[in-house]
Structures are given as C-alpha cells and as structure tokens.
C-alpha cells in the first residue's frame, strides 16, 4: 500500500511530507506520537530489496548506524517492519543537503573550513569505530538548523569484519567524481585512506564550487584521478592548496591522514575540539537490538514489529532475568571440535576472515542457574547489563564506551550433564584488548570457585 501523508505507522508515528525518494526507498517527515519528536522516516520496499539480493545491505547500515553516535553524523532512533516494509526512524535534519549550498556558489573560507573540520571529525570518529563511509559527498552530507553539518547514507559504508584476508577492501562503489584512484584500480584498498580523498575532493568543490578532477568523458575523469590532476583556483589561500596536494595525493601510502589533518595549522583555527568531545559524552546512549533479523523477516504481524529503544531500556535495567533459560545439550562429536588437536572447522569456515576476537570457553561444574548469577554478579561490577535474547542465549552489554564503542558479548551455555557446563564468550562489538581483559582478569577470577578442574 503506498504510503501517504497523515498516516500511521505501527500506532507510532504519523507521515507528513515526502522529503525524498530513491530506488528502494523514501523519505518522509513524520512525528512521533508520543514525544511529538520530528524524525525523517525512511521506508524501504522490503520486496525490490529482497528482488535484488539488498537485504545484507540494509542489515550493514544498522549495523553501522548503531555504532556511529557522534553530533555531526545523523543519528538512527529505531527499525520497524511490516510485511511489505522496513521503516528506519531518524534525525531529522531540517537545513537540507550541503551540496544546496554549494549549487549556489562558493563557500567563504571561515564556512568552508567550518564544514571540513566537522566532516573530519565525524568520519576520523567512524574509522575509530571501524567504519568505512565509501560514498562521501555534499549530497550526503546534510546541514540541521544550528548550521552544523551531519554526515548521512551509510547503505554503501563497510565495516573492519568486511575486509578480505589482505586487509583490504575490493567492492568498487562510491560517486566517480569523488571517488579514490586506488578504489578504481580493482586490486584492493584501504577504506580509510579512500574516505580521506574524497574529503579532500569535497574541500576543494566547498571553495571552488567545481570538482578538481570533472571530464565529460568519464575515462579521462578517471585519468585525471589516477594521475591527481588538478588546478586550484586562484583564490585558494596557500595553505589549502598545500593541505589539499597531500590529501589529493594518488598514492594511498603517502596521503596525509586525518590524525594529521586535524593537526593542520589551517585546519585547527576555531576547531572546537574540547565542545565537540563534550557533546559525544552527553548524546544519549541507548542500544538498537543487536538481532535484527526479526525486523528484516517480518511477514505476518498486521502491527509489524520493532527494536523498540526504551523497550530495550526497560529490559536492561530488569533486576531478574526469565526463570527459563535455554541449555544446548552437546553431543561427543560438539565435544571433539573444541580439542584444538582435533578441531575441524578450517575445513568448513571461511579463513579470508581474520579470527581477531577468538571464544572464551569455561568449563564449569555448577547447575545454569548459578551460572547466570555469577554472570550477573560480574556484569554489575563491571558496568555491563546481562540481556535475555528471543532464542533464550545472553548478552552482556556495556554500559560505558570503549575504544571502539561499547563491549558486547555473546554468553552461551552448553550443558555436558545437569551441573557440569561449558559457557562460550564470543565478542559480538567493541574493542578486542578490552573484551580479552574482561574475560581473564575480570570474569575469570570471579568464576573461579566454580571452574571444573
């Protein structure tokens, strides 16, 4: 059914005005019914998606989104499904696109230079978090009504987990104009080198309001990009025309990076550092669901359904878990592949992805429920939340951000015989030093009286 103004979603929202359309998907502003809080509501047609093999697309750019929390990338409030549809509830950012600015004419230097130290800001944030934006430009990169710019359209950005056995990446996407050299040769490249050109390309169209390497004939384009041919404009102050040679620079292993940009001299006039760390600190931190599959699938529920964030809250701040927890018996050949002597799995798993975060298995001689008080009793001393998920498996969430945002761990009981189990730890997100510290030196000790020796 299309979907039309005055409408309710999911007895939540209401749509107002198309603010834009694609292939796949539009983009309303709608309201939420309870806060009266104004989102952009991005409703995808779950069947051209599916019809065109999307769906681990659309999967990527949650996965994405949930990790970037930063004040100048636009952020993703909640997923709903319906049978037909997938709605993504987001900022609403009322100033339009940044390339509207640009069509009427350069920028003055100040703006400029304004715009860029908050794109920088923002995407050195979603490499931290080991995401790879992949498609930046103006059109992208939407401006709210305080005149802050929020980097938007994560659907062709790429995670750390994506890259092959080379370290690389090989998927050739992005906008021609603003895309990388080495990203058009095919043999393979560095996501965050590649952001760092088209940031570059993206300064130098905010000053000149034309693109540095634009041909008619897209090989020639190509060429230019290849070579890193271009003019600056006379007016250009010297330290741009310096600062963009060593970003437009077609060799990836001698491009400035965005540690170095921010230490530019041009760069750091007026750069709000300090504020802008504050403003990460205090955004509010709530958690999409981790298993989003139920969203995506979604095919019965006339309501549809939804990871509702404070439903996810309120589940987090439960002081009990469900007295039904699920075991998973395991047989003697489960058994067998955890001896690394006689472990089988290189022949079935894909070894192109590096095994960066490997389990944590503890074999413990107590019954399951104990078990999860123990986990329980950790995750409170260690700012985690213990979280029951649909398939009876747990979760420990943390509540505090990390280096590469907050630790989440997946918990899995196997039971060996009624008081004799295996709990498996596997890294869900987060950084990887911090997931082994808290698995050996804080759950380790406190399980310690229960480990079967």
């Not at 699920?326 to 002597?341: C, P, Q, R, V």
Request: glycine share 6%.
């Amino acid at each position: 059914m299309e979907d039309k103004k005055g409408k309710i979603l999911m007895q939540r929202y209401e749509l107002g005005k198309l603010l834009g359309h694609g292939s796949f998907a539009k983009v309303y502003h709608a309201r939420n019914l309870k806060s009266n809080q104004n989102v952009a509501m991005k409703v995808i047609d779950k069947g051209k998606m599916m019809g065109e093999g999307l769906m681990n697309q659309i999967k990527r750019e949650i996965s994405v989104m949930r990790r970037v929390k930063h004040p100048n990338v636009v952020q993703l409030y909640e997923v709903m499904g319906s049978k037909s549809k997938i709605y993504f509830a987001m900022e609403y950012v009322k100033g339009g696109e940044l390339f509207d600015k640009v069509r009427k004419g350069r920028l003055k230097e100040d703006a400029a230079r304004k715009y860029f130290q908050q794109l920088v800001s923002a995407v050195d944030f979603c490499h931290s978090r080991g995401v790879c934006h992949r498609d930046l430009k103006p059109e992208n990169l939407l401006i709210d009504k305080s005149g802050n710019l929020k980097v938007s359209d994560f659907g062709l950005s790429a995670v750390s987990e994506s890259r092959r056995q080379d370290g690389l990446l090989h998927t050739m996407c992005g906008t021609p104009a603003y895309v990388a050299p080495e990203v058009i040769n095919t043999k393979g490249y560095d996501g965050k080198k590649s952001d760092v050109w088209s940031c570059g390309v993206i300064l130098f169209v905010l000053l000149a309001a034309e693109l540095p390497f634009y041909d008619p004939n897209l090989m020639s384009m190509y060429h230019k990009i290849s070579k890193g041919e271009y003019t600056c404009p006379k007016w250009f102050p010297l330290e741009v025309k310096t600062l963009l040679s060593k970003i437009l620079d077609p060799n990836p292993n001698t491009r400035i990076t965005l540690a170095e940009i921010m230490k530019n001299s041009w760069f750091q006039k007026g750069f709000k550092e300090i504020e802008l760390l504050n403003n990460i600190n205090r955004m509010k931190s709530v958690d999409l669901d981790l298993d989003i599959d139920n969203v995506i699938q979604e095919t019965e529920s006339p309501r549809g359904s939804c990871t509702d964030l404070q439903k996810l809250e309120n589940v987090a701040t439960a002081k009990k878990l469900p007295s039904r927890l699920k075991t998973t018996s395991m047989n003697a050949f489960d058994i067998i592949s955890l001896s690394d002597g006689l472990n089988l799995s290189s022949l079935i798993e894909d070894e192109s992805i590096p095994n960066e975060s490997p389990d944590k298995r503890f074999v413990l001689n107590k019954p399951a429920t104990m078990i999860v008080a123990k986990l329980e009793e950790v995750a409170v001393t260690e700012d985690f939340r213990v979280l029951k998920r649909s398939d009876g498996t747990l979760m420990l969430q943390g509540i505090k951000e990390g280096r590469n945002g907050k630790l989440a761990i997946d918990a899995e009981i196997f039971e060996l015989a009624p008081t004799l189990h295996i709990v498996e730890m596997k890294m869900l997100s987060g950084d990887t030093i911090e997931y082994h510290k808290f698995c050996d030196q804080d759950l380790k000790p406190t399980l310690q009286d229960t480990i079967w020796i």
